[in-house]
């Protein structure tokens, strides 16, 4: 089993639409989260960044964090072709390396 | 942009060829790290320095090997590769080794 799991996509949503994305992973020691975002021809940015349980607000980006469940997801609000990219979830306890998930391509349809 | 730059962007090299990447941090971050990452797969960590001394090597062939002259300043250098290694190579570097801020990669194609 990976230590963390995320589906490849693509996800084509149309504009204005409220986009999910989600990762699961195995390692109950996890303890910070982070969700980046990679255009293509560029390198992985950092949209959030979260620590331990509970909900990140960050303008039209909601990261959520469940471990109980060892689930978290990144909501996209009024989504725009803009946001159009590969989304990455990253985590990892202060005692491990950064584990990244594959990545999720996201495409918004104008 | 994120203040890390790498050269070149685009490489093409033969097996026999010996070639180098750059890194350049100018965040005064203390930790830099080499990544690999190819079509579908997570990003693979293949090296890390903090405060210049390497704190991990990832089961990486010798045919790559990393130097970190100083805190601002990352190479990769590249020898005898294969072609299964041509992929995106990306530089990152931290404050803290939580948040992680990278480079736009060097496209790497061995013939």
């Known amino acids: 089993q990976k230590e963390v799991e995320q589906d490849p996509g693509p996800l084509s949503v149309p504009e204005g639409a409220i986009v999910s994305l989600n990762c699961t992973y195995s390692n109950s020691a996890f303890q910070y989260f982070m969700w980046y975002r990679q255009y293509s021809r560029k390198g992985p940015e950092l949209l959030m960044y979260?620590?331990?349980?509970g909900n990140k607000e960050d303008g039209r980006f909601t990261a959520q964090v469940d471990k109980s469940s060892k689930y978290i997801s990144l909501f996209i609000r009024d989504s725009q072709p803009s946001d159009s990219a590969t989304y990455l979830c990253a985590m990892h306890s202060s005692a491990s390396k950064i584990i990244f998930g594959s990545g999720t391509r996201l495409s918004i349809r104008p | 942009e994120t203040g890390v730059t790498q050269t070149p962007r685009h490489l093409v090299m033969g097996m026999t060829n010996k070639k180098s990447l750059k890194c350049e941090q100018h965040l005064g971050h203390n930790a830099m790290y080499w990544y690999k990452q190819s079509a579908k797969k997570p990003l693979e960590l293949m090296f890390v320095y903090s405060l210049e001394e390497r704190v991990e090597n990832n089961s990486v062939p010798s045919r790559f090997s990393p130097e970190c002259p100083n805190s601002s300043h990352l190479f990769l250098h590249l020898h005898t590769l294969q072609p299964e290694d041509s992929a995106l190579y990306l530089c990152a570097s931290s404050p803290s080794g939580n948040e992680q801020f990278f480079g736009p990669g060097t496209r790497l194609t061995v013939l």
């Open positions: 979260t620590y331990s349980s």
